[in-house]
């Protein structure tokens, strides 16, 4: 017997769509799997592919370019989406990430980064579930919500902010499933590994000694990420909630190299700041 992944008839909300990344894998495999996509992120330009991805899947696809930490930007753009293509029963939440700016050892650790990553990574989330939330309850219909986390969540050298704010994600991802399980929402958690993407400073397909050292040989790809979130998003996982999957090859947690950089950190930029 086949066993199929499918969102027939669901819309979901994207927030951080497109850039060729995980927002772009996400938008593309739950397109493919027959939702329709509500695509939010800060690029027209990579609206644009999204909307050229989903549309190829014969879905249909709003899009909007709001900067997550304007709150009232985010819930009025959520709710522009949801006049034009109807309930938004599902959320995927990808913005996030620790620009190499916003690394720093712990002893200067700068409040003013740690503000900023608990903004792009945490609160915007909270407000993006909220609205979609009250309009399923009000609606009395069903929901599934997935945060994209990270293994930074842990713990992490110099991404110490980065990793408390994903932590948050994670704890807030279980208050909410607790509290909104009575009306059918359901929220997870997907935490990547190290993933090539377009902002990694690796080549798709890269193997290095870092990589090696991960169990499964290699680092994720989009698609891997994609996948996970696929599964929680569907019926397939209908009792599962409150729960963070880790989506990371099994990897070494074997520490730092000489510069004091965790293994893994292949990013040219950031190697400049910290060797």
Not at 156 to 178: C, V
Not at 233 to 248: E, F, H, K, P
Request: net charge negative.
């Amino acid at each position: 017997m086949t066993v199929m992944m499918s969102l027939e008839g669901r819309i979901v909300l994207v927030v951080g769509a497109g850039g060729g990344g995980i927002g772009s894998a996400v938008c593309r495999r739950i397109a493919e799997a027959g939702a329709d996509v509500a695509a939010l992120g800060n690029s027209a330009e990579h609206l644009a592919d999204v909307v050229d991805d989903v549309s190829s899947f014969g879905r249909r696809v709003a899009t909007g370019v709001v900067d997550v930490s304007d709150e009232a930007a985010l819930r009025a753009a959520i709710d522009e989406a949801a006049e034009e293509l109807g309930v938004i029963d599902g959320v995927v939440n990808v913005v996030g990430g620790a620009t190499p700016q916003y690394w720093h050892r712990l002893e200067d650790y700068p409040m003013e980064s740690l503000d900023h990553l608990l903004t792009v990574n945490l609160r915007y989330a909270m407000v993006s579930c909220q609205v979609v939330a009250k309009a399923l309850i009000g609606a009395e219909k069903p929901g599934s919500f997935v945060n994209i986390s990270s293994i930074a969540s842990k713990g992490q050298p110099l991404l110490s902010g980065y990793g408390a704010a994903k932590a948050g994600l994670d704890s807030l991802g279980r208050a909410m499933a607790s509290e909104w399980g009575r009306y059918g929402i359901r929220v997870n958690g997907v935490a990547p590994g190290t993933i090539n993407t377009p902002r990694s400073g690796r080549k798709p397909g890269d193997v290095d000694e870092a990589s090696k050292a991960i169990a499964l040989g290699r680092r994720g790809t989009p698609d891997d990420i994609a996948d996970a979130v696929l599964f929680l998003l569907s019926d397939l996982s209908s009792y599962i909630s409150g729960q963070t999957l880790d989506v990371d090859g099994g990897p070494s947690r074997a520490g730092l190299a000489p510069s004091g950089l965790p293994v893994f950190v292949t990013n040219p930029a950031i190697r400049e700041r910290f060797e």
